[in-house]
């Protein structure tokens, strides 16, 4: 009887491990989603400065652009910003900063920075 306890012990260790395994996969997994939809808008506003050979965008399409970053409906990321800055070289830095509904607010925001230099 004692035997059948201890594996039963050990048994349901396993599978509370197997759960919690599975648990962090999937938040690894969906943050991994953020990051690349992230480089995705980046690279989006990136791809307009190239079409029009200028860091200085309208600003029409630079709304446009934190208006999507912000609505995680239509491709955005959750409680998302995006802002772009550009300084006297020419260089402008895309800057996209998100926190996911798990992340505690103490934790602070996640990031991701590129840069565009136009020939």
Same mark, same amino acid.
């Given at each position: 009887?004692?035997?059948?306890?201890?594996?039963?012990?050990?048994?349901?260790?396993?599978?509370?491990?197997? @759960?919690?395994?599975?648990?962090?996969?999937?938040?690894?997994?969906?943050?991994?989603?953020?990051?690349?939809?992230?480089?995705?808008? @980046?690279?989006?506003?990136?791809?307009?400065?190239?079409?029009?050979?200028?860091?200085?965008?309208?600003?029409?399409?630079?709304?446009?652009?934190?208006?999507?970053?912000?609505?995680?409906?239509?491709?955005?990321?959750?409680?998302?910003?995006?802002?772009?800055?550009?300084?006297?070289?020419?260089?402008?830095?895309?800057?996209?900063?998100?926190?996911?509904?798990?992340?505690?607010?103490? @934790?602070?925001?996640?990031?991701?920075?590129?840069?565009?230099?136009?020939?």
């Amino acid at each position: 009887m004692v035997e059948v306890l201890t594996a039963l012990l050990i048994l349901s260790l396993g599978v509370l491990g197997m @759960a919690a395994l599975h648990s962090r996969a999937m938040q690894y997994s969906l943050d991994a989603e953020d990051r690349n939809r992230a480089a995705l808008l @980046a690279n989006e506003l990136a791809t307009t400065m190239w079409l029009v050979q200028s860091t200085s965008l309208a600003s029409t399409t630079l709304t446009a652009w934190q208006t999507k970053v912000s609505t995680q409906s239509s491709g955005g990321l959750p409680n998302g910003s995006g802002a772009v800055s550009t300084d006297a070289a020419g260089v402008a830095t895309i800057t996209i900063t998100w926190r996911p509904p798990s992340r505690p607010s103490s @934790a602070g925001s996640l990031q991701y920075v590129t840069k565009v230099l136009l020939p």
